[in-house]
């Protein structure tokens, strides 16, 4: 693979670059509530050496009723900051699945106006897998400045989406599983009807995996979204269970070059709720 700052790196890489001082680097695991994993107790047990913990959950909008929420920007700044994330760093996320919820807080990066951002290739399973070193101690953080610039543009919400659904000027990409995109497999969230956005594609967020839990080579990527269907010269909006692998697909848009694309926050949490919201099934 081709070794990109600003979206995907590889364990080499990291290990390279590993004490620079201007590097943070952020274990963001998190599964979902039937997978039997706490993403904390495992970073707490074994991490990248001199990573922080990005908890999904805790550094979320907590106003809303909706899991994991972008956060409010002052919220965000206070995390980082504590962190000791500033401005002028270079930052790699990486989870304990390989490539699953590390994307999201890549993601949210950008969204934030960081765009040194890369997601590492593989995550820990590839990391480890290598014999490279971890250890089980928090870093030593210091508070640094940060600034932060909104890109409203990469987020939508529902009444944004509902737009797109109708006016076609958005493709919307469905991360879920084509059993879920169907409404033939039941969501993991209670009280969600099933089915799929009106309009809306499903690109499996696997699809765009190797076995081994790493990013498929740009042209094969290319090749997934060309086989979905999907036009890389027009707008997309992606979309998901929570918010978390709609990500992935986010990620995977931006290595083939596409630029216009924003992630629907609520994803099916929300939509799958209202029933005034209108669902595709079959």
């Known amino acids: 693979m081709t070794d990109d700052p600003r979206t995907l790196v590889s364990t080499d890489w990291l290990e390279r670059h590993l004490n620079d001082p201007d590097l943070r680097v952020f274990d963001a695991s998190m599964y979902l509530p039937g997978a039997g994993r706490d993403g904390r107790a495992e970073y707490e047990a074994a991490h990248i050496p001199g990573a922080r913990f990005f908890d999904i959950d805790e550094i979320s909008d907590h106003r809303s009723e909706l899991p994991h929420m972008v956060p409010p920007v002052e919220k965000f700044v206070s995390r980082m900051r504590a962190m000791g994330v500033g401005d002028g760093h270079q930052i790699v996320v990486y989870d304990g699945a390989g490539i699953y919820s590390a994307p999201r807080v890549w993601w949210l990066m950008r969204l934030m106006g960081k765009m040194d951002v890369a997601v590492l290739d593989g995550g820990l399973p590839k990391w480890q897998a290598e014999g490279r070193a971890v250890e089980d101690v928090e ?53 969600l009807r099933s089915g799929r956005i009106p309009g809306s594609t499903c690109v499996h967020f696997a699809t765009l995996l190797d076995a081994d839990g790493t990013m498929k080579p740009v042209e094969d990527l290319k090749a997934v979204f060309a086989e979905a269907g999907i036009d890389m010269a027009k707008p997309a909006i992606t979309s998901c269970g929570s918010g978390v692998t709609a990500a992935i697909v986010s990620l995977a848009l931006e290595r083939c070059g596409h630029r216009h694309h924003a992630l629907y926050d609520g994803s099916w949490s929300e939509w799958g709720m209202y029933d005034d919201l209108k669902v595709e099934t079959g």
């Open 139 to 191: 870093p030593v953080m210091r508070d640094r400045h940060i600034t932060v610039s909104l890109q409203n543009q990469m987020v939508k919400d529902v009444t944004q989406v509902a737009a797109a659904s109708k006016l076609g000027d958005y493709q919307i990409l469905d991360a879920r599983s084509p059993e879920r995109f169907r409404g033939e497999a039941p969501e993991p969230r209670e009280g």
